[in-house]
């Protein structure tokens, strides 16, 4: 039996398990499990440990490791567990020899679980390669940041992920090479902040300008998607590449995560309600066409109900197709985690009322669609994506291609041809 990845959370983990695949193969890791967790909220936590105990007890004879940013801000919990065999660190999981380390742990048997190194002493970012995406999708990620130098007061994940790194631009550009030659037609470029991306560089260049070269360079390129920006850090570049070149998808993800001055001054973020709405604007005078996504915390600490009510008209005023909606989850170890908490009941009830929103954001967006032509990315014998990231129901096409399609209708959920 062969390794087998269980990846929870953000597509920078999903893209870092295709490098773990890679490396404990490498390194004769076998007969495995890797759980490359999430620790964004307590929920994912829990979700990862419900699924280290069911792997066990299915699979008794396998080894399971543990990795990710749970694993990384709270070792000892996992190796507590009687199910799990190794944790390793988020930045141990990228490296050869820790995998090597762990093979012979395994080996020789010698009871050793933790390997989790300080990823506040990390400072560089080696380029990880690989040729394709083992689960077969023509959507492919590749990692250009790691970390991340801010300290939101709700977010555990700089201690998970430690401060910001860049891959050099050519090691970024090399990779998407790779991926494209060997057929890959769309591109994610992820990391946890990648619109800081490039300031520990030599030059200190920003994403727009790694934008600018991957579309340079690699012309055969169809599609290019970026995952979650911090509009506060879009650069001129990016915004003139976003406006000049088709190939760049048509959809952006913002961390927005509330509408309300006050409690985004209390998060520690960077933009104001103004900012937010004012970028929407921008990018839509440049690309009319834009489907933005946003993550959204309901119930942050202090949050009353008209600062609810600033949040919820967000989906509006930033005309938002796709909402990622957080119940505010306290992390221990944080600020936020010491202010006044809002009741639990409360919280649930302002997720369900943006999720709500969200539908019905999403089913106006499809409506939109219907009458119009778009190339579809095909996922699967029976859905692919739009530019704008909407998923079509479709019957036959083989995995990879992109073709025109003329939108006729849609369920709610999906677009039809």
């Not at 539908?359 to 778009?374: D, F, H, Q, S, T």
Request: one cysteine or more; hydrophobic letters at 40%.
């Amino acid at each position: 039996m062969t390794v087998e990845l269980v990846t929870f959370g953000c597509r920078l983990n999903l893209a870092e398990s295709e490098t773990m695949r890679a490396e404990a193969g490498a390194a004769g890791v076998h007969d495995a499990f890797i759980v490359n967790t999430c620790a964004v909220t307590s929920e994912a936590v829990a979700q990862a440990r419900q699924t280290i105990r069911r792997l066990r007890r299915e699979q008794p004879e396998r080894r399971i490791i543990v990795t990710g940013c749970a694993a990384q801000t709270d070792p000892a919990m996992f190796a507590d567990m009687p199910e799990v065999d190794r944790v390793l660190g988020n930045d141990d999981k990228m490296r050869a020899d820790a995998w090597q380390a762990t093979r012979s742990a395994f080996d020789l048997d010698d009871g050793e679980k933790v390997a989790v190194a300080d990823i506040m002493a990390v400072r560089e970012m080696a380029p990880h390669l690989v040729d394709g995406f083992h689960n077969g999708q023509p959507r492919a990620f590749v990692q250009v940041q790691n970390g991340c130098d801010h300290r939101c007061t709700f977010c555990i994940i700089p201690y998970g992920r430690g401060n910001s790194r860049s891959v050099a631009m050519g090691a970024a550009v090399d990779q998407v090479r790779v991926l494209v030659e060997n057929g890959c037609p769309e591109i994610v470029l992820t990391g946890v902040d990648i619109t800081s991306y490039g300031a520990d560089l030599p030059g200190t260049p920003k994403l727009g300008a790694l934008v600018k070269q991957i579309l340079k360079h690699v012309p055969e390129l169809k599609r290019l998607r970026l995952s979650s920006i911090d509009s506060v850090e879009a650069d001129r570049d990016l915004l003139d590449v976003m406006a000049d070149d088709e190939r760049l998808m048509p959809h952006l993800h913002l961390s927005l995560q509330a509408g309300d001055d006050l409690i985004l001054k209390r998060m520690k973020r960077r933009h104001s309600r103004a900012d937010a709405i004012a970028f929407c604007e921008q990018i839509k005078r440049l690309r009319p066409d834009i489907a933005f996504g946003a993550d959204l915390i309901a119930g942050f600490p202090t949050e009353a109900d008209g600062m609810f009510e600033r949040s919820l008209a967000l989906v509006e005023d930033c005309d938002l197709t796709f909402l990622h909606v957080f119940p505010y989850s306290k992390r221990p170890g944080t600020p936020a985690a010491k202010m006044p908490q809002v009741e639990g009941r409360i919280v649930k009830e302002r997720a369900k009322r943006l999720r709500d929103a969200g539908e019905a954001a999403l089913k106006r967006r499809l409506a939109n669609e219907v009458g119009k032509m778009r190339h579809v990315l095909i996922e699967s014998a029976t859905q692919g994506r739009t530019e704008h990231f909407l998923p079509v129901a479709i019957t036959g096409g083989v995995a990879g291609e992109v073709r025109a399609m003329a939108i006729s209708g849609h369920d709610g959920a999906r677009l039809s041809v």
